[in-house]
């Protein structure tokens, strides 16, 4: 099992910049692709960016392309999420998610963080 510990939001203004940090506890961080997904107020979860194991290759939503960067460092045991040109439809709570099957864009995980919330105003 891992336990994971969002952090790093907040409050931002729009075309500003965050980074959210997941660190994780328990089994082998490197065993595991890692995630974010983001749930705003009344819709569902939705995919974010991924990474796979080794941080050889990363996945990344079309919505925020461009912008945000996911990365992990396996010997912190921490994934990270480099957000950039925030917009207010950003506004969400941030949730990382592991899973040591690969990479999934499918909010179907095992383990969750307990969120984050990220907010941007106009």
């Known amino acids: 099992q891992v336990q994971l510990v969002e952090s790093g939001g907040g409050l931002v203004q729009a075309g500003g910049s965050l980074r959210l940090s997941c660190a994780a506890s328990?089994?082998?961080?490197?065993?595991?692709?890692m995630h974010w997904f983001r749930q705003a107020p009344g819709k569902e979860r939705e995919f974010v960016s991924a990474?796979?194991?080794?941080?050889?290759?990363?996945y990344t939503a079309t919505s925020v392309k461009g912008r945000f960067a996911i990365s992990r460092d396996n010997a912190k045991n921490t994934v990270y999420l480099q957000m950039n040109s925030l917009k207010p439809e950003d506004t969400a709570v941030y949730y990382c998610?592991?899973?040591?099957?690969?990479?999934?864009?499918?909010?179907?995980?095992?383990?969750w963080g307990q969120g984050t919330q990220v907010t941007v105003s106009s």
């Open positions: 990474v796979t194991r080794s941080g050889g290759n990363t």
């Open positions: 328990g089994d082998t961080f490197s065993s595991y692709a």
């Open positions: 998610a592991a899973d040591n099957r690969g990479v999934r864009t499918t909010p179907t995980f095992d383990y």
